[in-house]
């Protein structure tokens, strides 16, 4: 029977201030539990309840009941498996002039960046800069996004303007703007850094003072007086479908 509080650690891992304190983060579904484990993720913990068969695991197991699941879970309908897992600790050094890299300024929406992580994957992004002032990618939400990508693509947090300053000589700086060159007829770099920007604001004025190539994705919808524009992480996916597509035709 799951104590009092083992109940309260986990459930406090639903807070970004208990995550950052102890270094770990909560991963939640069979899929998502089942990447993690055959990653290079320290697992710390893992509780299931019958459903799932836990297999190859080096860490503390714990069998829970259907409602202590319940009890530990943040999900509206918990799944059979919940790990406790270890912050990953990566160096940031990246080579933006070898690589195609995303950098994301100021993404508020955990959803977006757990989205805009499997997406990385999905293309063959291997590491996202993130400003501070994006979401935790280690949020429940963002984790639950990903879909297991969080195994294999490298997010990073840093000063963003001052990581960029440090390649405007040596590799393009790609910003999405709705002031830039129409991507279908724009050059497509095999590397340099696509910078993603805020939801509602987009890119703030000191990351764009260090674009150096503008693009956007232009609408095709025609009479009509107003048109939404695209969610950040659908952008994303289409900007990395062109540079991605283009170069490997």
Not at 78 to 95: E, G, Q
Request: hydrophobic share 40%.
């Amino acid at each position: 029977m799951l104590s009092r509080n083992s109940i309260k650690r986990v459930k406090s891992l639903q807070q970004k201030k208990f995550r950052n304190e102890l270094g770990l983060f909560i991963a939640e579904g069979t899929k998502l539990v089942d990447e993690l484990i055959s990653s290079n993720f320290e697992i710390e913990e893992i509780y299931h309840t019958e459903q799932y068969l836990v297999t190859n695991v080096n860490c503390l197991v714990h069998k829970v009941s259907q409602s202590e699941m319940e009890r530990i879970s943040g999900l509206v309908t918990p799944s059979p498996v919940l790990a406790v897992v270890r912050f990953p600790t990566y160096k940031l050094d990246v080579d933006p002039s070898k690589e195609l890299v995303l950098a994301l300024d100021t993404i508020q929406d955990p959803g977006n960046m757990g989205t805009i992580i499997r997406l990385a994957d999905w293309f063959g992004i291997d590491n996202i800069v993130c400003s501070h002032g994006c979401a935790d990618a280690f949020a429940p939400k963002a984790i639950q996004a990903t879909m297991g990508a969080i195994a294999h693509v490298k997010v990073h947090y840093t000063d963003l303007i001052t990581w960029l300053s440090q390649h405007t000589v040596n590799c393009p700086i790609i910003g999405a703007c709705m002031d830039g060159e129409n991507i279908y007829k724009a050059k497509k770099e095999h590397a340099g850094i696509i910078v993603m920007g805020n939801e509602g604001n987009g890119i703030s004025p000191a990351v764009d003072k260090l674009i150096t190539h503008r693009i956007h994705i232009p609408t095709f919808a025609r009479g009509r007086q107003k048109v939404e524009s695209l969610n950040v992480a659908m952008a994303t996916a289409i900007i990395l479908s062109e540079f991605k597509g283009t170069l490997h035709q």
